[in-house]
């Protein structure tokens, strides 16, 4: 089973400022790799899939970076509604599909 | 504009079995790229895969989350247009919301069903 790792826990960002996330695989998962975004008794949302693709209707801030084992979600000039729990999931060996444990991402 | 919608009992006693159904509206289960699952969260929790059922060649397949394979059921019934889980001798380790989505890059998810595993 691959193991997804994210750090921080959680991320304290000003409004406006930038967000990076990072996420660990324990082993190569090439570019198998997708973000996703959960507000508080929502439904996660798919941002970026195969590491760096937006996916349909996600912001130009949101993007996405890395292959292999490390890979990072990186948010631009950040707005009130991106404060949220964001998880990454690998797909390229499975099963099991496997996600992170989730980063918590507050205002500063 | 493609739908989920989880469906079922809120409320499972321990050692029965959690029975869901996800109906999917705008579109059709098979249309590709064929591929629907469902996760699970607890409370407070992060996500676990539970499984997938896929169409592959001329028959639907499934794949299973190791951990849960035992107790996991997944079908289809392409004629109502939805597909379902069915999870055996459940316990209160099992108390989660759980979600259906569309693909292995989930997108969409349906709203989640609250299912609480209690006598």
């Known amino acids: 089973e691959i193991v997804m790792t994210q750090s921080p826990a959680t991320l304290s960002v000003s409004p406006g400022e930038r967000a990076t996330l990072s996420c660990r695989a324990s082993q190569s998962v090439s570019s198998n790799l997708a973000w996703y975004q959960q507000k508080t008794g929502q439904a996660p949302r798919l941002l970026i899939y195969r590491a760096s693709t937006r996916a349909t209707g996600i912001p130009t801030r949101f993007s996405g970076s890395g292959s292999g084992t490390e890979f990072t979600l990186t948010i631009t000039s950040l707005q009130s509604e991106d404060f949220a729990v964001y998880y990454c999931q690998q797909y390229d060996n499975w099963p099991p599909i496997t996600f992170g444990q989730g980063t918590r991402l507050e205002i500063k | 504009q493609l739908q989920l919608q989880e469906s079922g009992p809120g409320l499972v006693e321990p050692s029965e079995t959690l029975s869901l159904i996800c109906t999917v509206s705008g579109g059709s289960l098979s249309r590709s790229p064929y591929y629907w699952g469902w996760i699970r969260q607890p409370p407070g929790k992060g996500l676990e895969w539970i499984g997938t059922?896929?169409?592959?060649?001329?028959?639907?397949?499934?794949s299973y989350n190791p951990s849960l394979k035992s107790r996991v059921t997944i079908s289809v019934d392409m004629s109502k247009n939805h597909f379902s889980l069915n999870m055996s001798s459940v316990t209160a380790a099992d108390t989660a919301v759980y979600y259906c989505?569309?693909?292995?890059?989930?997108?969409?998810w349906g709203q989640g069903s609250l299912v609480t595993v209690s006598s």
């Open positions: 989505a569309r693909g292995f890059t989930f997108d969409p």
């Open positions: 059922i896929y169409y592959s060649g001329s028959t639907w397949s499934t």
